[in-house]
């Protein structure tokens, strides 16, 4: 069982306060990502849920336990840390053995447990060796293998793919993915990438200046952003907005409509533009368009190679039905 | 050619480094030569370096008129025994400033620092009286807890760069693991630290078996350790030079022996945090 709740919980540095009233509830199972800017606060947030940092006011209840006060040790978490945060003096065995050993668990079901843990993370060849001798993602798979044999009530995990390299970084999202199937423990996940946000979560939570923004799932805040923060955090390339008379004619402040949402064509369109930049990644093809008179850049994506370089003319069709609609208050309306 | 001078440069640099080592390591040598002379040779004028009558003499002598084992014995437990009492009180105390430090953290530590300026014959004549009184003077108990008091300083800094070398998240994963302040601290921060403890232990031995203001003032006979023993021999009704020598001789010994094995992990301490 892993349900966590948070009410009105507070955190100050001083005088400054980096988590202002907050509620969340995460439910048993669930994989949430806390996404947003760097110094959004979403680290901080998981340090209070992990006990690393006390909470300034507010409370915090694991399992429905009143777990505000609990030292970390006792709120049956297990973390994952961005720098892995192994043991260097031990060895892989004993760096997974170590929580175990901690809560007395008896010999033979320690051993039981990094057999199984290694196996299920390719470390077996590996148990006898010190984490300095081992890659980067293989340090990452002990830490999480540590984090494991705990059995804990829910997973934190602060960043953990930010130091490997991108093509280890996408199997690795899709192992923590598979992990989180297997086990269906409930795992919070601190990112400041969307795409693993959007890919891994089952719930987002995004965050700036520690406020939450929005909680939803993936496609709810695709397709509903609640504002214009939300709309341009999600979703890669980014939203293209646009203010002035064309937005005022959906009765919106400001309009958005995503790069994939636009139709292009060489000869007719709504709107004009010229091309500044072609990125062409075969599935895909982005076109960076300037000269529109809407924005300074409007990005548009097209499926498949479309044949648009740098100084065509290009033609854009919006979606009617994907245009996205905000205030001036920078709401959704 | 600039590799020529290249190599001229390092012959002279190593013809400094070894010259200005020589110099300082003179008067040990001088010491341990003269101690393997009679008395009239270790007094003679212009001085013989080599070709003396070599003899042991002394050192039968120095063993006959006082007790060197024992003094040896008393130098082993003060030195051991303060440094090792001063490593259970420095170990959480420098845990805290490096790990959660307050707004006086770097106060606390200057202050402890400032008392290494104080001149310890300041606080002798209330020392004294309070050993009188509390009857430590002449004990070993005396001696080690004044040492652990004198030494507690550098013990602190020491470990406190040390710990400071250490990330937090490793200990911060030690308290998500399980582990308790007690097996944070054993089983994680000391096993990471031993180059540092092993150097700060060797060097506060080293200070502690050298020290001779307070183990001179403080003791007698009983609980006097090898610092005493050389002193007993600088007396005045005589020029017993080459005994001197082989009371010296027989103090530094065991520290300079010491010293010399553990070399590598001094350097390596003393250095680390400073050239990462």
């Given at each position: 069982?892993?349900?966590?709740?948070?009410?009105?919980?507070?955190?100050?540095?001083?005088?400054?306060?980096?988590?202002?009233?907050?509620?969340?509830?995460?439910?048993?199972?669930?994989?949430?990502?806390?996404?947003?800017?760097?110094?959004?606060?979403?680290?901080?947030?998981?340090?209070?849920?992990?006990?690393?940092?006390?909470?300034?006011?507010?409370?915090?209840?694991?399992?429905?336990?009143?777990?505000?006060?609990?030292?970390?040790?006792?709120?049956?978490?297990?973390?994952?840390?961005?720098?892995?945060?192994?043991?260097?003096?031990?060895?892989?065995?004993?760096?997974?053995?170590?929580?175990?050993?901690?809560?007395?668990?008896?010999?033979?079901?320690?051993?039981r447990r990094i057999e199984s843990a290694a196996k299920a993370l390719n470390l077996t060849d590996y148990l006898d060796r010190k984490p300095g001798q081992l890659s980067g993602g293989q340090r990452q798979r002990v830490a999480i293998g540590r984090a494991i044999v705990r059995e804990p009530a829910a997973f934190l995990f602060d960043e953990p793919l930010s130091n490997l390299d991108a093509a280890l970084r996408v199997g690795m999202r899709l192992e923590i993915s598979e992990l989180h199937e297997r086990l269906a423990t409930t795992m919070i996940y601190v990112t400041h990438d969307q795409v693993e946000a959007m890919t891994m979560a089952d719930k987002i939570v995004v965050l700036r200046a520690g406020h939450i923004e929005q909680v939803g799932s993936p496609l709810d805040l695709y397709r509903a952003p609640r504002n214009l923060f939300v709309a341009g955090f999600i979703g890669s390339p980014k939203m293209n907005f646009i203010e002035g008379q064309t937005a005022a004619a959906h009765g919106a402040h400001t309009i958005g409509i995503r790069p994939e949402h636009i139709e292009v064509s060489a000869t007719e369109g709504l709107w004009q533009g010229r091309v500044a930049v072609s990125e062409h990644l075969g599935s895909d093809s982005f076109f960076h368009v300037h000269d529109t008179g809407l924005a300074d850049v409007i990005t548009v994506r097209a499926s498949g190679e479309i044949g648009f370089r740098h100084g065509d003319t290009i033609f854009m069709t919006p979606r009617e039905d994907q245009l996205h609609r905000f205030g001036a208050d920078g709401l959704r309306l | 050619m600039a590799r020529a001078v290249k190599t001229q440069r390092k012959a002279l640099n190593t013809a400094i480094a070894w010259g200005v080592g020589l110099l300082i390591f003179f008067p040990i040598l001088w010491t341990i030569l003269t101690s393997f002379k009679t008395e009239a040779e270790a007094i003679a004028d212009p001085p013989v370096w080599f070709n003396f009558s070599w003899t042991l003499e002394n050192y039968f002598t120095v063993q006959e008129r006082s007790n060197y084992f024992r003094h040896f014995w008393n130098s082993v437990v003060i030195s051991v025994g303060s440094t090792l009492i001063g490593l259970i009180i420095a170990v959480p105390a420098a845990w805290a400033m490096a790990f959660v430090p307050g707004k006086r953290t770097k106060d606390v530590l200057m202050w402890m620092l400032s008392t290494k300026m104080l001149p310890p014959v300041g606080v002798l004549v209330p020392l004294y009286l309070i050993f009188r009184d509390l009857g430590l003077l002449d004990t070993r108990i005396g001696l080690v807890f004044v040492l652990t008091m004198i030494?507690?300083?550098?013990?602190?800094?020491?470990?406190?760069?040390?710990?400071?070398?250490?990330?937090?998240?490793?200990?911060?994963?030690?308290?998500?693991?399980?582990?308790?302040?007690?097996?944070?601290?054993?089983?994680?921060?000391?096993?990471?630290?031993?180059?540092?403890m092993a150097s700060t232990v060797l060097l506060n031995i080293i200070l502690a078996w050298n020290e001779a203001f307070w183990t001179l003032n403080l003791t007698a006979a009983k609980a006097a350790p090898l610092t005493a023993f050389i002193a007993s021999y600088s007396s005045p009704e005589g020029l017993f030079y080459a005994k001197l020598s082989a009371a010296s001789t027989m103090a530094i010994a065991p520290i300079l022996i010491m010293g010399w094995f553990s070399q590598k992990q001094l350097v390596r301490g003393l250095t680390f945090g400073a050239v990462k």
């Open positions: 069982m892993g349900k966590i709740t948070l009410s009105q919980v507070t955190k100050s540095f001083g005088d400054v306060q980096v988590i202002p009233p907050l509620d969340l509830e995460i439910n048993d199972g669930e994989f949430v990502v806390f996404v947003g800017p760097s110094g959004c606060g979403k680290s901080t947030l998981l340090r209070l849920i992990a006990g690393l940092e006390d909470v300034t006011s507010g409370r915090i209840e694991i399992d429905g336990a009143e777990a505000t006060e609990l030292p970390p040790a006792k709120r049956r978490l297990a973390m994952v840390f961005q720098s892995y945060a192994l043991y260097p003096h031990m060895s892989v065995r004993k760096n997974i053995a170590f929580p175990m050993k901690m809560a007395n668990v008896p010999e033979d079901e320690q051993a | 030494n507690l300083p550098i013990i602190i800094w020491m470990l406190y760069t040390y710990f400071r070398e250490i990330p937090s998240e490793i200990l911060e994963a030690a308290r998500m693991d399980g582990a308790g302040l007690r097996e944070e601290v054993l089983h994680v921060l000391m096993p990471m630290a031993v180059p540092g």
